[in-house]
Every structure is written in C-alpha cells, then in structure tokens.
C-alpha cells in the first residue's frame, strides 16, 4: 500500500530535526493545520498551505502528495521503511472493567510500546500519533480482556458505529466497555455492556459520555 501524505511529512520533519511548531512557524500555517496532516483527520489539505509546507522541508508538493516528486538530499521513505517499528507511547491511565477510576490519558514518561508501521497503516489504517496503549484492570470484560491485559487505543475512533471494545468516562471513571447505539433512539443512546455476565448492561445519552477511543489490540502476558 503507498505511503500516506502524513507517514511522509512526519519522516521527513524527523529527518531535518525540526518540530511541528517550527514548520508551521516558518510556513505561516497554525499548528493545527500540520497537526490534522499529521494525525490523518485532512486527507485533502489546502494546495497552498501544503506548497508553503514543502518548501519549508525542502520537498515537493508532488513529493508529499504522491512520493514521486523532488526531494532535496536523501529520500527518509527507504526500503526498509515498512518494516520498521513505530514507538507507541503508554499511558497512566487505567481503565476500569468495573466501577471506573479517575485517570490521566495523557503521554507518560513510561514504557513505550513498538509496533509494525505497516501493521498500524495497512491493517489498523491508523495514525501511530493517535494511538496509546494502556493497562486495563477489573473482570467486568472477561473472557474478552482480563485483569492486568495492556489494550491499543486509537483515539481518533471516538464512535460505537460499528460496535465494539472501547476505552471511555462515563462520568465516575474511565472504563473499558463494549459500546453500541440504541436503535431508533432520539436523542441518540448508547448502550454499554460487560461481556461478563455477572454486569448488567446500562444505557447513556450519547451527549453524557466520552469516548476515548476504540480498543484495536490486546495483549496480555502468561
């Protein structure tokens, strides 16, 4: 599968060492402009604004577009690029398979997590920079997760359509819970469910709770 506008921009700021805010500086386009590139939520980003950006790292328009234009000094897409590994950053939080527990998802200092960069394009279609990985505890999701299982949270999928694991507050804590919409219901309602039995399912308004993100990998050790 080709290469993504994001994967590309992303290699080659890393490669002239420059941060996010010093090539939206420099373009004069806002950080959230490079961000959105970057995090794959503009799939069509303005002509213009992304020639500025070319020009500021030394590339093509075509280049970033389509990885077939010009390039000044050595291409950061080589051959082996696919096969490297992506560090995804972990997380204090855990969440709770139970009665939920206040927590901070924000980037920890903690161990980092290395995946298959191909593996998170090509089969999650997801932006590693919007990925986090997490400890979850509580039985509320056995057999699915257990005590203890480290989770892959993609939190640009922030919606149970279609249904499935996701990582979410509800308004005590942050749980791990299986989520899918109430049919027909207006306003919309979102159903939450344990996949052990012994939990009794419960419905929110949408507006009333936070998704975090989806729950796209688990792993646990023996």
Known sequence: ????????LRARIRQ???????????????????????????LTPSLEKLTR???VVLVSPEWLLTGKGTIDGDDP??????????????VKARP?????????????RGRDYHFRRAWIRDQLKAAPSMLRVMAVEGDSMTPTLLDGDTVLVDL?????????????HDGMGLVAKRLEYVPLSDPA??????????YSPYECLADEINIVGRVRWCGREM
């Open 77 to 90: 897409i080589t051959e082996d690029y696919n096969n490297d590994f992506v560090a995804i950053q972990s």
């Open 96 to 108: 709770s398979m139970g009665g939920g527990a206040l927590v901070d998802v924000e980037p920890s």
């Open 156 to 168: 640009n999928q922030r919606g149970p359509k279609p249904p499935g694991v996701f990582v979410l």
């Open 1 to 8: 599968m080709s290469i993504s506008i994001s994967e590309r």
């Open 16 to 42: 002239l060492g420059m941060s996010v805010a010093e090539v939206a500086r420099t373009a004069d386009v806002n950080r959230s402009f490079v961000y959105d590139i970057l995090r794959e939520r503009s």
């Open 189 to 198: 309602m979102i159903r939450i469910l344990s996949d052990n039995p012994q």
């Open 53 to 55: 950006i070319a020009e």
